[in-house]
Nanobody, 123 residues
Framework: VPLVESGGGLVQTGDSLRLSCVAS????????MGWFRQAPGKEREFVAA????????YYENSVKGRFTSSRDNAKETVYLQMNSLKPEDTAVYYCAASNRIGFPRGQRDYNDWGQGTQVTVSS
């Protein structure tokens, strides 16, 4: 399995969680790792992206200032640190890999996906 996620859970408003996404094999040859989420009854949406080579990141406005993505190339892992969580952050979170240049935001730009991890924020 090229992408394995972990770190989801049930937290209260204002709490923090850190998601991890371990990459392997050909995923390590990709250029960008993205984070998406899908809330019940809604479409999957882009959250953030990070480039393997330089660690540059891009965030959707709804999470900017609260979420931070990072990577550890030695561990072949990307992270999504989520602070000041809100009930509207409740969703299944996915990591995904892309060979696109820049910070792609469309699902079709990503070739490989993790299995998803549930994040639930109670009010």
């Amino acid at each position: 399995v090229p992408l394995v996620e972990s770190g989801g859970g049930l937290v209260q408003t204002g709490d923090s969680l850190r998601l991890s996404c371990v990459a392997s094999g050909r995923i390590l040859m990709t250029s960008v790792m993205g984070w998406f989420r899908q809330a019940p009854g809604k479409e999957r949406e882009f959250v953030a992206a990070i480039r393997w080579n330089d660690g540059f990141t891009y965030y959707e406005n709804s999470v900017k200032g609260r979420f931070t993505s990072s990577r550890d190339n030695a561990k072949e892992t990307v992270y999504l640190q989520m602070n000041s969580l809100k009930p509207e952050d409740t969703a299944v979170y996915y990591c995904a890999a892309s060979n696109r240049i820049g910070f792609p935001r469309g699902q079709r730009d990503y070739n490989d996906w993790g299995q998803g991890t549930q994040v639930t924020v109670s009010s």
